[in-house]
């Protein structure tokens, strides 16, 4: 059974970071891309990050580059995102995204919420 299983959400105040994880299980996690998306209160889905299937190459939308992080350890087969420089517009719920050819895995999303 595949799984994406998000953690380290939460309440933080402007300017805080937070570190998120996906744990995956159910696939060979390093042949799969992996991104983060969030989605917003009343928002539609936003791509956050991504980084290729081997972890040396990663992209950021201009809302997040220079503060977010994105990394991958296919031996844990765990992807992580380090979020620095918290700011309200970063309340969100964060999914994880696994995606190779054809399939295509979500995982339940980890709210973050950035309010002083």
């Known amino acids: 059974e595949v799984q994406l299983v998000e953690s380290g959400g939460g309440l933080v105040q402007p300017g805080g970071s937070l570190r998120l994880s996906c744990a995956a299980s159910?696939?060979?996690?390093?042949?799969?891309?992996m991104s983060w998306v969030r989605q917003a209160p009343g928002k539609g889905l936003e791509w956050v990050s991504a980084?290729?299937?081997?972890?040396?190459?990663?992209s950021y939308a201009d809302s997040v580059k220079g503060r977010f992080t994105i990394s991958k350890d296919n031996a844990k087969k765990t992807v992580y995102l380090q979020m620095t420089g918290l700011n309200p517009d970063d309340s969100a719920i964060y999914y994880c995204n696994a995606a190779r050819g054809d399939n295509d895995y979500w995982g339940q999303g980890t709210q973050v919420t950035v309010s002083s």
């Open positions: 980084i290729n299937s081997g972890g040396g190459s990663t």
């Open positions: 159910g696939f060979t996690f390093s042949s799969y891309a």
